[in-house]
C-alpha cells in the first residue's frame, strides 16, 4: 500500500492508494491512481510534484488515518511526524521508503486520476516489509472509492 502526499497553495494533503505501479524501467516512471472523490485529488491536481511512501507493514494505524479520514474534516498531518521534503512535499517520518516524483501528466481512468510521476528523489531502507492490500482492505474509506 502507498500513501501519495501533496502540496500546493499552502494547503498540504494526504492519501492512501490502492492502485500504484511502476510503469518504465528507462526512463524510470510510476502510475499513483487518486479518487477524484478525495481531498487529496484537489491538492494533486494543483502540484508540482508528490510525495510516494510505501507504508510499513508495522504502521497499520498509518494506513487506517490516510485511508480512513478525510482531509475535508482532518488535518492528518498534525497527528504525524512529517517534515517539508523536495518541491515542498510532506514526507512521513514513518515511511522510510519513499520517493518524490514530478507530475509529467495526468490521464482520466474512470473514477481515479492516473499521475505519471518522473522520480526526482528517493530513500530507501532494506529490511522494512510493507503492508498489504489484504491488511488494508477493510479500511473505511474517508471518502466513497
Known sequence: MFIVTAAAGG???GCLIGFGVP??????RFLACLS???HTHGVARRATHLGVHVVPAAA???????????????DKFARVDWREGPHGVPLLEACANRFVGEVL???DV?????FLLGPAWAEHRDGDPALRFGTA???E???PA
Not at 510503469?23 to 524510470?28: A, I, L, R, T
Not at 497499520?60 to 482532518?74: C, K, N, S, Y
Not at 474512470?110 to 492516473?114: M, R, T, V
Open 60 to 74: 497499520p494505524e498509518l494506513a487506517e488515518l490516510f485511508g480512513g479520514e478525510t482531509g475535508d474534516e482532518v
Open 141 to 143: 474509506p474517508g471518502h
Open 110 to 114: 474512470g473514477d481515479h486520476e492516473a
Open 36 to 38: 477524484k472523490a478525495n
Open 105 to 107: 501528466d495526468r490521464v
Open 11 to 13: 494547503e498540504r494533503s
Open 137 to 139: 482492505r477493510r479500511i
Open 23 to 28: 510503469c518504465s524501467v528507462d526512463p524510470q
